[in-house]
C-alpha cells in the first residue's frame, strides 16, 4: 500500500495555559491592530496548539465584530475553518469557511471588486472548501472548488497560490484514476514550487509523482521519484514524508 497523506500529531492543550491567555486577551485594545495581531500568532501556532490558534483567532472575530471590520471577520473565519481542519473537524471547518467565503463576496459587491488581499484569501478559502470536500470523498466537488481558486490566482498571479491548486487537481484526477491528467497537473505544481522556493510542495508532489508512475506499473520512474522526494524531505526534516517515502520505495522493491 502506498502512503498520500500525512496527519498532524497536535499537541495538548494546557487549561492553565488557556486561563492565562484569556486574562491577558481581556486588556488587549479593541482595534485592527490587534485582530491582524491575534490572527497572525493564530497562524504561527498552528501546528504547534491548534486549541490555542482558535482561541486567539474568535477573539479576533470578536474584536472584528465590535469594530463592524468586515476584512476582519473574513480572515477570522477562515483561520478558524483551518484550525478546525487541522483538527479532523470538517463540519465545523466547512461552517466558517463558507462564513469566509460569503464575508469576502460581500465585500466584492459592495466595493464592486476587492482588493489583492481580500482576492487572496478567497482564493485561499475556496482551496480549502476543495480540501474538505476532497476528505469527504466528494471529488467533483472539490474539483470545481480548486478551479475557481485557481482562476482567481492566476488573474492576480499569485504563483505560491496557483501552485497549490494545481497540486490539489492532481490528486483529484489521481483518485479519478485519470493518470495522465494527474501527472500534467503534478508537473505544473513542481515547476512553480521550484520557481517559488515552496521546499515543502516540491517534496510532497515528488512523492505524488512517484505514486502516479507506481500506479501506472513504470517502477523506474516512481523510484526515481520516490528518491528524490527522500532526499528533501531528509533535508528539511520532513519526518512523516521520510517515513511515507521510505514505506513507498519499500513497496517498489517488494
Not at 486574562?23 to 491575534?38: A, G
Not at 505560491?160 to 508537473?187: M, P, Q, T
Request: aromatic content about 12%.
Amino acid at each position: 500500500m502506498f502512503c498520500t497523506t500525512c496527519h498532524i500529531k497536535l499537541l495538548a492543550q494546557s487549561p492553565s495555559l488557556i486561563d492565562s491567555l484569556i486574562k491577558i486577551l481581556k486588556h488587549l485594545k479593541q482595534d485592527t491592530s490587534s485582530v491582524k495581531n491575534l490572527n497572525a500568532l493564530a497562524w504561527e501556532l498552528k501546528y504547534y496548539n491548534v486549541d490555542t490558534s482558535i482561541v486567539l483567532s474568535k477573539k479576533a472575530l470578536e474584536f472584528s465584530d465590535k469594530l463592524n471590520w468586515e476584512k476582519g471577520r473574513a480572515q477570522s473565519f477562515h483561520n478558524i475553518g483551518l484550525f478546525n481542519y487541522l483538527k479532523g473537524d470538517y463540519k465545523e471547518a466547512q461552517l466558517n469557511y463558507n462564513k469566509a467565503l460569503y464575508v469576502c463576496e460581500k465585500l466584492e459587491r459592495k466595493n464592486k471588486g476587492a482588493d489583492k488581499d481580500l482576492l487572496i484569501l478567497k482564493a485561499k478559502t475556496m482551496g480549502y472548501i476543495g480540501l474538505v470536500f476532497s476528505n469527504e470523498g466528494n471529488m467533483l466537488r472539490a474539483l470545481e472548488f480548486y478551479l475557481e481558486a485557481l482562476k482567481i490566482d492566476e488573474k492576480l498571479q499569485n504563483n505560491s497560490g496557483i501552485a497549490r491548486h494545481v497540486g490539489n487537481i492532481g490528486i483529484v484526477y489521481y483518485e479519478l484514476k485519470k493518470y495522465d491528467k494527474s501527472l500534467e497537473y503534478y508537473f505544473k505544481a513542481l515547476k512553480l514550487a521550484e520557481q517559488t522556493g515552496y521546499i515543502q510542495l516540491q517534496a510532497n508532489t515528488l512523492g505524488n509523482i512517484g505514486i502516479v508512475y507506481s500506479d501506472m506499473g513504470d517502477k523506474t520512474n516512481a523510484l526515481d521519484y520516490f528518491h528524490r522526494a527522500l532526499d528533501l524531505a531528509d533535508n528539511n526534516g520532513f519526518k512523516e514524508l521520510q517515513a511515507n517515502t521510505l514505506e513507498n520505495i519499500a513497496g517498489i522493491y517488494l
